[in-house]
């Protein structure tokens, strides 16, 4: 019993009592530590705590990141990342465990960092940041350009003076600080100031901006390696150009960047133009422009020049018409005649065949016709004829017996005036002297009226009858008078039977007439010696006309 | 950026003669390429008479826009500042 209150001299701890006086010597004798190991289940809680895990081959150590060490952390813990951390050693008496509370980390070694940049720019070029659809075109000729570095050293002097030579223009330069605890989040703030500079405010917004830093080592430049910074380069809205370190450097923000320069000299020469090779190039255009100008116009004026000299004078132009006019007028004139000449022909060809004997069968034809009907007119008339002398010949007798011939016959006579063959119907129209006829049946005697008018004869009444009945009878046979040539024409009012007789009396004026040819015998011989004449004569109209005369004369 | 061969894209009140953008709407940079291409145009000289005056017309105005921009070069250096406020104003910028 005694050993073992003896073995119970050793005081009592409680666990708290314990827990609190190992974390004292822990804290006491680890207060800072540097522990190399690799990263483990890196774990940022909802708190804004970061609990890992620091490991080496044999051993593993709880770590702790609180919130407010976390944010100044150059690098992000992640799974596998080989680091040396800074910082303490305490217990966490509620668990029986160890931690190490980190302060900060660094990566450790080259490689490792190395191998961690690339590990992240795979991770942001898988989420496209690095497009090259992503890359905006830089302006030509900046208005404003604006700088993001450190407001001391050689960069943005080495910047000015570069946009100075080339191109003198506006230059906004936002401080930052290039490297160190807050690099990264100075950047990325001054990017997004930038872009959220009101375009019509104040700050002019700049046109392009440049982010550069003068070189250093991979753990100088790492600030340019932060995803805040590359992301903010990606969103910039303002195309960005890139100049970080040397030529050889490459960091993360120039995947993001519009345009990566090798130096922020280079950025320079990227972001301004210069300005005497533009006033060169505007100057050449101009004198272009006024060259070609000249020269169209020129070509113009050439060819309208030489136009116009091709232009032929108006009577040059009219010359080769009128000859055209004169050689058309000469062949219409020539066909003209040929066509005449061809109508001639044609004329004399048809007038040829127009020969007499084309009439003379039509002629021939109306002459047989009118043979024929002449024939058949013989015919017909001599029939009439016959008819009718056979009627005269019946009439004659009785014609004769109431003729004053018949009178004459009895012994009467009827007395003509010689002078102008008119009847002397009385004795008081015969002067004295003149010469009368007296005409008897059997002939006439001349006679002279000796003394004055009175009647010598012995019967006024007597002589005046058969006288009055001599000349009704003379006019009434006038037609037949004697002495009538050509009784058919003969007005029947005209005293023709005397004129008739007149020249019948003249004929044989003279103090006798003697013996004329006996009247009485003539209508008997008359028709008989026509009638041996008739077949001969001709059957035409005329003919038969004049036939019927002579036959009237023969009559007489 | 080259709107200078698409009247469409600039039928603005103020557009200039022949449907083509004002000039002074223009960037430098489209200044330049047009007048490179009435120059080009002229050059190859298939472009009619009244065009030609035309676009001699423009190409002197855009030469003279050009000069103008040229002759704006003029150096001036400021540094964004942070006032005591948290606003941001400008501060002159010496490099020295």
């Not at chain 2, 009140?13 to 002074?24: F, K, L, R, Y």
Request: aromatic share 4%; with cysteine; net charge neutral.
């Amino acid at each position: 019993m005694t050993d073992d209150l003896l073995a119970h001299n050793v005081p009592e701890l409680t666990v708290s009592e314990l827990s609190g006086a190992l974390r004292r010597t822990v804290e006491t004798a680890f207060s800072r530590v540097r522990v190399r190991g690799e990263i483990s289940q890196p774990k940022c809680a909802a708190s804004g705590h970061w609990y890992l895990r620091l490991k080496d081959d044999e051993a593993v150590i709880d770590g702790i990141i609180w919130r407010g060490q976390a944010a100044k952390l150059p690098v992000r813990p992640e799974e596998g990342m080989e680091v040396i951390a800074t910082g303490r050693l305490t217990t966490y008496p509620g668990r029986s465990s160890y931690q190490i509370v980190i302060d900060s980390l660094e990566l450790a070694g080259e490689g490792a960092l190395l191998k961690l940049l690339e590990d992240r720019r795979k991770r942001l070029a898988a989420e496209g940041l690095f497009d090259a659809a992503r890359k905006k075109p830089l302006p030509f000729l900046p208005g404003v350009v604006g700088v993001v570095t450190s407001p001391t050293g050689a960069v943005i002097r080495d910047i000015l003076h570069r946009i100075t030579d080339r191109f003198p223009l506006r230059v906004l330069l936002w401080p930052v600080a290039v490297q160190g605890d807050g690099a990264a989040r100075a950047i990325v703030a001054a990017i997004e100031g930038f872009n959220s500079l009101d375009p019509a405010g104040p700050i002019p917004r700049p046109d392009v901006l440049i982010v550069a830093r003068g070189g250093g080592s991979l753990e100088d430049l790492m600030a340019f390696n932060e995803e805040s910074v590359v992301r903010a380069a990606a969103a910039s809205q303002i195309p960005l150009i890139s100049a970080v370190g040397h030529e050889t450097d490459v960091t993360l923000i120039d995947h993001a960047a519009d345009v990566r320069a090798p130096t922020p000299t280079g950025a320079a020469e990227i972001a301004v133009p210069v300005r005497a090779e533009l006033v060169a190039r505007v100057l050449g255009l101009a004198e272009r422009l006024e060259r070609s100008t000249t020269r169209l116009f020129g070509d113009r004026r050439e060819r309208l020049e030489a136009l116009a000299r091709g232009l032929p004078r108006l009577d040059r132009l009219l010359e080769p018409l009128a000859q055209r006019l004169d050689d058309r007028g000469e062949r219409l004139e020539r066909v003209i005649a040929g066509l005449m000449e061809r109508c001639g022909r044609d004329l004399a060809d048809r007038g040829g065949r127009l020969q007499p004997g084309l009439l003379l069968r039509p002629c021939e034809a109306g002459l047989t016709r009118l043979q024929d009907l002449g024939a058949r007119l013989d015919r017909e008339s001599a029939r009439g004829l016959a008819d009718r002398q056979a009627r005269l010949e019946a009439l004659a007798p009785r014609l004769e017996s109431v003729s004053h011939r018949s009178v004459l016959a009895r012994g009467y006579a009827l007395v003509r005036r010689v002078s102008d063959g008119t009847l002397v119907t009385s004795a008081g129209r015969a002067g004295a002297g003149e010469d009368l006829a007296l005409v008897f049946s059997d002939g006439t005697l001349g006679v002279r009226v000796e003394g004055g008018g009175a009647p010598v004869l012995p019967s006024p009444a007597a002589a005046r009858a058969p006288a009055g009945a001599a000349s009704a009878g003379a006019d009434a046979v006038m037609p037949a008078g004697p002495g009538s040539g050509v009784p058919e024409t003969a007005p029947v009012s005209t005293p023709a039977p005397a004129s008739a007789a007149v020249s019948a009396g003249g004929t044989v004026s003279g103090t006798v007439v003697s013996g004329g040819v006996p009247d009485a015998a003539q209508p008997a011989g008359a028709p008989a010696a026509a009638s041996p004449a008739r077949p001969r004569r001709s059957p035409r109209k005329g003919e038969a006309d004049q036939r019927q005369a002579s036959f009237l004369d023969d009559f007489e | 950026m080259s709107a200078k061969k698409d009247p469409a894209k600039t039928a603005s009140a103020d557009a200039g003669t022949d449907g083509m953008p004002a000039i002074d709407t223009l960037t430098f940079e489209q200044a330049l390429a047009e007048l490179e291409s009435i120059v080009r145009q002229l050059e190859a000289g298939s472009v009619d008479l009244e065009s030609a005056v035309r676009f001699y017309e423009r190409g002197v105005a855009l030469r003279r826009r050009c000069e103008t921009r040229l002759a704006e070069a003029r150096m001036s250096v400021e540094s964004i500042a942070r006032t005591p406020e948290g606003e941001t104003g400008l501060a002159p910028f010496g490099t020295e």
